[in-house]
């Protein structure tokens, strides 16, 4: 059974951190791309940072570069997402998503990839205020 957990959302105040993990199971493919994504309320769903599990090679929306920060500990089959410098506009559900067989060359945070993503967990809330 293949699934995404996510955790760590809060509410923090403007300028706080928080890390998001995404534990994954059920996935026996050694190559896949894990990405973290945002929907906020009205707004249409963004890619956030993305990163390949057996490269590392990791990629970052312009609007969180230099203050987001995605890791993964493949023993632990977590994806983490480090979150710093906290702005109201980070307010979002915030979700994990495998793309288990690629995005064809598609880049990970496009939107022409997103179809690719074919496993995606449930959802964790962040608010920032």
């Known amino acids: 059974h293949v699934q995404l957990v996510e955790s760590g959302g809060d509410s923090v105040q403007a300028g706080g951190s928080l890390r998001l993990s995404c534990a994954y199971s059920?996935?026996?493919?050694?190559?896949?791309?894990m990405g973290w994504f945002r929907q906020a309320p009205g707004k249409e769903r963004e890619g956030v940072a993305s990163?390949?599990?057996?490269?590392?090679?990791?990629n970052y929306a312009d609007s969180v570069m230099g203050r987001f920060t995605i890791s993964q500990d493949n023993a632990k089959k977590t994806v983490y997402l480090q979150m710093t410098s906290l702005k109201a506009e980070d307010t979002a559900m915030y979700y994990c998503?495998?793309?288990?067989?690629?995005?064809?060359?598609?880049?990970?945070?496009?939107?022409?990839?997103?179809?690719?993503?074919?496993?995606w967990g449930q959802g964790t809330q962040v608010t920032v205020s």
């Open positions: 998503a495998a793309a288990t067989g690629g995005t064809m060359g598609w880049a990970p945070l496009s939107l022409e990839a997103r179809s690719f993503y074919d496993i």
């Open positions: 059920g996935i026996t493919n050694n190559r896949n791309l």
């Open positions: 990163v390949y599990t057996d490269t590392g090679r990791t």
